[in-house]
């Protein structure tokens, strides 16, 4: 086999996606969110496969339930891995030797502006910062694939979201297929032009790859948290070595795998009910 490329699939920056209710189980667009992150994920694999023949494509649905992209609908060239919780969570495939990971369907971190879904993790969420420096998702998952010294070479979503990904990695390959005008509306480019330039941008990529070096955090890694709720820093600071300050936690971790872990358990325990 060739290289081993994984993808991770979210479902926010989808062209065309700009509500709740399109990413959403039960919600009644949501079988055409999930229709259209099938749809783009396919074109990144056919993008990477393009260039490379021989890889080895991992894809990782990587929104909500991890239950979305329709399994029968994937590219067969394709591994799906899916379900949650998972150690790796987004990016559930590093662990499997990859080597290059792109990032499809991301959208921008909380508080953003100018972004169509903007949340770091879950909406409790209010912000994560790692060594003093405020990341999203794009920059979490960045600093997490880094640590396995392996390099995001693409990432598509909203401009913001781009934006996002290119201060980070700035020789990477993005591709905006929307633009945000606000929490739940953009400006959006044809889901089938989207795909297009996602094929494109993939086949790029990997074009390109070796000249992207991994993302790398200085360790041990010292992260705080601020949360919407008091009662979600509450639960949070049952969790041994987590310290409370008002709606923030902090936590040290020796490793980045470490952080996202904690990270996936606080994000767990704002969701439990009263």
Request: aromatic residues 4%; hydrophobic residues 45%.
């Amino acid at each position: 086999m060739g290289i081993k490329v994984l993808i991770s699939v979210d479902m926010e920056g989808v062209a065309g996606i700009v509500h709740p209710a399109e990413t959403t189980p039960e919600r009644y667009d949501y079988e055409r969110g999930r229709r259209l992150m099938t749809a783009e994920a396919n074109a990144v694999v056919a993008g990477v496969i393009d260039a490379e023949p021989t890889a080895e494509v991992l894809v990782a649905d990587s929104h909500g339930s991890y239950r979305n992209i329709l399994p029968e609908e994937l590219d067969q060239r394709a591994r799906l891995i899916r379900g949650k919780p998972r150690e790796m969570g987004m990016l559930a495939g590093l662990e499997a030797g990859a080597q290059v990971a792109m990032f499809v369907g991301y959208h921008a971190r909380a508080g953003a502006s100018g972004a169509v879904l903007a949340h770091t993790i879950a909406d409790a969420l209010l912000d994560v910062r790692i060594n003093g420096r405020s990341y999203g998702e794009i920059g979490i998952n960045t600093l997490l694939a880094g640590s396995y010294g392996v390099p995001v070479v693409l990432a598509s979503g909203d401009e913001a979201a781009c934006d996002e990904f290119s201060a980070l990695a700035p020789r990477a390959v993005t591709v905006p297929v929307k633009r945000g005008l606000g929490q739940h509306a953009a400006d959006t480019l044809h889901p089938r032009k989207a795909q297009d330039r996602l094929r494109q941008g993939a086949g790029q990529a990997m074009q390109l790859h070796a000249d992207n070096p991994p993302n790398l955090a200085s360790q041990p890694l010292q992260v705080e948290v601020d949360l919407h709720q008091p009662r979600s820093a509450d639960l949070s600071a049952l969790i041994p070595s987590v310290t409370r300050s008002g709606r923030t936690v902090v936590f040290t971790a020796e490793t980045m795998t470490a952080a996202y872990g904690m990270l996936q358990l606080i994000a767990l325990l704002t969701q439990i009910g009263p």
